[in-house]
């Protein structure tokens, strides 16, 4: 089945910084979400994005599906970002979501 | 609008006991899901749906059963609970194949 591989794995940012997560995927995909898991444990949709560039605020998300990978963008970042980025991978052959392991991002006063 | 929604939110099991998690959503999705994440790890498929009264494995489909006798609910049972099934739950729901899953705010669930 598909490989979802997430990077880094963990990150510690001062409030304000930028940063950029990156979600690699071994097969074709239907479907390419990121996800925002808040310390409560609350899973948070933040883009579906089979492919393309789409933009939410300090957000934006890159799909570059040819080249099998994923960028999430988090800009002027907040103490509100840190949590648990996910990103989750469909591929075209069947109804299977598999998620990467996650970016732990916490960001410091 | 609820999206989707979960019961309970907590559980305390002991081994052996059975109990069924309750998913429910209200967008009229056909497509419903369920996860399970362990400590540090990203979610796993259980088991999944693709319509009213089709179920089909998932990823770690073993000691769990499904149900989906309704479009808008889906049901998780475990029948013997075991230790290793000491996880949080989640359910998710979707338009269709491929289309953006939406989820529940989770269970958890403690097998002693």
């Known amino acids: 089945g598909i490989q979802v591989e997430q990077s880094p794995p963990d990150l510690i940012l001062q409030e304000g910084a930028n940063s950029t997560l990156r979600c690699n995927f071994s097969?074709?995909?239907?479907?390419l979400q990121w996800f925002h898991q808040n310390p409560w444990g609350q899973l948070i949709n933040l883009f579906y994005?089979?492919?393309g560039t789409k933009q939410n605020g300090r957000l934006s998300a890159t799909t570059v599906a040819t080249e099998r990978y994923s960028l999430l963008y988090i800009s002027s970042s907040q103490t509100t970002d840190s949590g648990v980025y996910f990103c989750a991978a469909e591929n075209t052959g069947g109804f299977k979501t598999i998620f990467g392991a996650g970016t732990r991002l916490f960001v410091k006063a | 609008n609820a999206g989707v929604t979960q019961t309970p939110k907590f559980r305390v099991l002991k081994t052996g006991q059975s109990m069924t998690l309750l998913c429910a959503q209200d967008?009229?999705?056909?497509?419903m899901y369920w996860y399970r994440q362990d400590p540090g790890m990203g979610l796993r498929l259980i088991h999944y749906s693709v319509g009213e009264g089709t179920t089909a494995k998932g990823e770690v489909p073993d000691g769990y059963n499904v149900s989906r006798l309704k479009k808008q609910n889906f049901l998780l049972g475990l029948e013997s609970a075991a230790p290793s099934q000491t996880s949080v739950y989640f359910c998710?729901?979707?338009?269709?194949?491929?289309?953006?899953?939406?989820f529940g705010p989770g269970t958890r669930l403690t097998v002693l």
């Open positions: 998710a729901s979707s338009y269709g194949k491929g289309a953006e899953q939406f």
């Open positions: 967008m009229n999705h056909e497509y």
């Open positions: 994005i089979p492919s």
């Open positions: 097969d074709s995909v239907n479907n």
